[in-house]
């Protein structure tokens, strides 16, 4: 098995990235979008590289290229920012607190840990 991922073939990974941060702006949690980038690479991969056992498998390494490119700076750019990692997960997400009543949504996380919430609903 030969699979032949060329300059051209390898130009399709910066396009997954974009693509699946168009989709992760356009609200799709980010959780899902490791599998909307293997389905994306798969489908590029039989298109671009061949409709070929090798093309789909071409198509899974520029989807796990372009995960990891994403992961990669986005652990960067945390640690350069001194954010905790996982804390920035959470922005979005619904908790609740021990202690309060109530459910809170986390709006952002601060450079030392710190998550500013508000509460969405409260227990009767």
Known sequence: ??????????TLIPAMIFILWIVGQAGLHKRFLP????????????IFIGATPEGAIGG?????TAIGFHSGTKNVMQALQKTPAGTEDLIGEQVQ???LEGWYEVTSAEADGTLKIKQVTADR
Do not use: E, Q
Not at 35 to 46: F, H, Q, R, S
Not at 60 to 64: D, I, Y
């Open 97 to 99: 607190i021990p202690g």
């Open 35 to 46: 599998i909307v980038a293997l389905v994306l690479g798969i489908v590029l991969g039989l």
């Open 1 to 10: 098995m030969n699979i032949d991922i060329g300059i051209y073939d390898a």
């Open 60 to 64: 899974v390494l520029l989807a796990a």
